[in-house]
């Protein structure tokens, strides 16, 4: 979110401001008057990484019919098996020509397609429901719970119990509950008669 030149500082995003100035006071003052200085603004300390808030935008408009049928049939079965040579046998492609054209058209390997799509599906789950991570890993096609826990993480930063506690709907009823509590009992809604 911050790309220090060490002579030139800029940050990208509506709020990294934020950001740039705590990693300034950082630099200038020390790391305890930025991590109090963070927390008197009630901001978190600046996040190195933004892989937690990318998200994955598939690429349609390309041109490639086959392929854009292979990328209709993937999303609808995420949680199915799928291989490259399945995937080019299914339009009736030699699977490195199917492979070459299905870089060209979205960018991404089959391979990552899948496993982006895949952690998309599985980041929305964690965000809107209360669902075990075990029942959404096999949800979205990964039979082995570490191996789409080391995934999610090599994805996002972060692992799928931390991405639920940040962005889940249980962590925004919590962190209101929080606020409410702090409020003075004027302040709070109380339900009407």
């Known amino acids: 979110m911050v790309v ?14 934020v950001d740039l100035g705590l990693t300034l006071v950082d630099r200038m003052l020390g790391p305890s008057v930025m991590l109090h200085t963070a927390r008197f603004v009630l901001a978190d300390p600046p996040r190195r990484r933004q892989s937690l808030y990318q998200e994955f935008t598939p690429r349609l408009q390309h041109g490639d019919p086959e392929i854009r049928e292979v990328q209709t049939r993937l999303h609808a079965g995420l949680h199915e098996p799928h291989s490259v040579e ?30 982006a799509a895949r952690i998309a599906k599985a980041r ?10 075990a029942h959404i890993s096999r949800s979205v096609g990964y039979l ?10 090599r994805a996002t930063g972060v692992t799928p119990s931390e991405y639920r506690s940040r962005f889940g709907i249980a962590a925004r009823g919590s962190r209101q509950e929080e606020l409410s509590a702090g409020q003075p009992a004027r302040m709070r809604s109380t339900p009407s008669r």
């Open 124 to 133: 929305e789950s964690l965000e809107l429901t209360n669902e075990p991570v």
């Open 144 to 153: 082995d719970v570490s191996n789409f826990r080391r995934l999610f993480q």
């Open 4 to 17: 220090d030149g060490v002579d030139i500082m800029t940050a990208a995003g509506i709020l990294a401001w």
């Open 86 to 115: 399945h995937l080019a046998q299914s339009v009736a492609m030699h699977p490195r020509t199917f492979q070459r054209r299905f870089k060209e058209a979205t960018g991404l390997t089959a391979t990552e397609y899948i496993q």
